[in-house]
């Protein structure tokens, strides 16, 4: 609505007879086609402006229900055309309410001046003293929170980083309170300095206080039944139901979180999973799973993941406070009961079974079992290889990937076998040939675990065959594209040389990408040619 008028001494008296009231009513304005009819019981403060109510809401059941706006004190507020509001306990204040909405049995709606909206808040990740805290904005990719927490060694990065953030993070600051169009608010608490994009849908959240709900049509945003969320910001597509708790966080694309789960300073990307346990400073990078009432996911940074129950770690030893932290690359699997000690660093596609307590560093070896043997940590090399695990949990994810948004957030390569993890097999086969240099060791003492003599040969073998499979792969999806059909052209290819994907590889919470690519990328955001979050997204896209 852009067309506004003031109200007619008759339609004053209208709303009057229809137990309307309001100290001013020059402050009041209508749509041109206003009418009374579909306006009782209000009362009006401040500047109001009312749309046009000539649609109706079918409800499910066959229930029709007109636009218009009853039972609710309207303050500084405007609300847009065919948009029903009824039944607000309190009072609606400072918002900008769009079309089409459908706002019924709320407690109050507020936004006050110099509200951020959840484009204040620092979530103190992995580590829980907060020493790598990742600044909250609407379009957070985990990409971009894995430069904020994994380089703060880089000052100067983090330096431009936080720069680039803020200035996003002041443009999305509205003078109050936004509800946009298609949005539908039932039986709600209070909600409080949040903004509401397009279809979004709340029904029955007991308390939003502080945040950004991203929603868009195709990929619309469920809050539900007793929801408390403070200090947050939820992507497009996220679902967050059933008396779950945050505080200080961000729930990705996709994401969902239900059934009493519970989580502060923790960040939730793309295609997570979390029932009834708990995270705390927990950065749960894509496909992160943990389904569990005993589960704890605490300070350490996680992605493809798969939480048995029981699952728990700890980060304080009560000397420093809780400083400690974990690293667990991709594809690391729990068992029930599973406990790690940070700090630890435990490689990629690696299943973990039992207790852990002397900080084990596996990240040398891939695809292996971490399991406890005698109160010590035993890795099994490879042992993961012989699972056909792997290759359905590559192609579960990529059938599991729920984000319908325009415009996605994360960019994620769903890959077990890749030019990453294949340097970390070289570098395993030579550092357990170096072992075999001394043959009468039953077992090697490795980083904070044990490797067993009998699994040197096997672990080697496993490995391999790994490269072996890799290499043919990759050869084999290269030839199809290519559609080369003769040993010539085939010959011909090996020979060609090229520097494109050579040397170090690094996963940046989900995107995979050649190191050299990575640091040109930093290097940019350093000198300031890369110099907007925009920028910094199309970079990571290409």
Not at 115 to 122: L, P, T
Not at 306 to 326: D, E, F, M, V
Request: contains cysteine.
């Amino acid at each position: 609505m852009s067309d506004y008028r003031n109200l007619t001494p008759d339609e004053i008296i209208r709303l009057e007879q229809n137990h309307c009231v309001c100290d001013d009513w020059s402050s009041v304005s209508v749509g041109i086609h206003f009418d009374t009819k579909y306006v009782r019981r209000v009362q009006f403060s401040g500047i109001v402006k009312l749309g046009v109510y000539e649609e109706s809401f079918a409800q499910k059941n066959g229930l029709t229900k007109h636009s218009g706006i009853y039972d609710v004190c309207l303050h500084d507020t405007e609300v847009g055309d065919n948009t029903l509001i009824e039944n607000i306990q309190n009072y609606i204040s400072n918002y900008r309410i769009g079309n089409n909405c459908f706002i019924q049995n709320v407690n109050s709606i507020i936004a006050f001046k110099g509200a951020s909206f959840g484009n204040n808040v620092k979530i103190s990740v992995i580590d829980e003293s907060g020493g790598r805290p990742v600044l909250l904005f609407d379009k957070l990719s985990s990409h971009l929170a894995y430069f904020q927490a994994a380089y703060r060694y880089n000052s100067s990065l983090i330096g431009q980083l936080e720069k680039i953030i803020q200035a996003y993070r002041q443009q999305q600051i509205p003078e109050k309170g936004i509800i946009e169009d298609h949005v539908k608010i039932c039986n709600a608490g209070k909600i409080k300095d949040v903004i509401i994009r397009n279809y979004t849908y709340i029904d029955g959240s007991a308390k939003l206080v502080n945040g950004t709900i991203a929603s868009e049509k195709d990929a619309p945003t469920y809050l539900g039944r007793s929801v408390i969320a403070e200090d947050f910001i939820a992507a497009a597509g996220a679902s967050i139901e059933d008396s779950v708790f945050l505080n200080n966080c961000f729930i990705g694309q996709a994401a969902c979180l239900k059934r009493g789960f519970s989580a502060t300073e923790s960040l939730f990307f793309s295609n997570c999973h979390f029932e009834h346990g708990e995270a705390c400073a927990a950065f749960a990078g894509p496909y992160t799973v943990s389904h569990h009432k005993p589960t704890l996911l605490i300070a350490a940074m996680f992605s493809f993941m798969n939480a048995g129950s029981g699952t728990n770690q700890s980060n304080h030893l009560y000397k420093l406070g809780p400083i400690h932290q974990g690293i667990t690359e991709r594809g690391l699997k729990t068992s029930s009961n599973c406990y790690l000690m940070w700090p630890a660093h435990i490689g990629a596609f690696t299943f973990v079974n039992g207790k852990h307590y002397l900080h084990p560093d596996t990240s040398l070896f891939p695809f292996s079992y971490l399991l406890e043997e005698n109160e010590s940590s035993t890795l099994v090399p490879g042992l993961g290889l012989k699972n056909v695990s792997l290759l359905r949990d590559e192609k579960k994810w990529k059938n599991r990937d729920k984000r319908k948004a325009a415009k996605i957030l994360d960019y994620l390569h769903p890959n077990v076998f890749s030019p990453l993890t294949m340097e970390k097999v070289f570098s395993a086969i030579n550092t357990l040939k170096a072992f075999k240099q001394n043959p009468y060791s039953e077992k090697y003492n490795y980083n904070g675990c044990y490797i067993k003599h009998i699994s040197i040969d096997k672990g080697v073998h496993l490995y391999e065959l790994a490269i072996i499979k890799y290499l043919g792969d990759v050869f084999m999806k290269y030839l199809d594209k290519k559609g080369i059909t003769s040993w010539k052209e085939i010959l011909c290819i090996l020979e060609q040389d090229t520097r494109q994907g050579s040397g170090a590889w690094v996963d940046l919470a989900g995107l995979l990408t050649p190191k050299c690519q990575n640091d040109s990328l930093l290097s940019g955001i350093v000198s300031g040619t890369i110099n907007s979050v925009e920028e910094i997204d199309s970079r990571l896209e290409n």
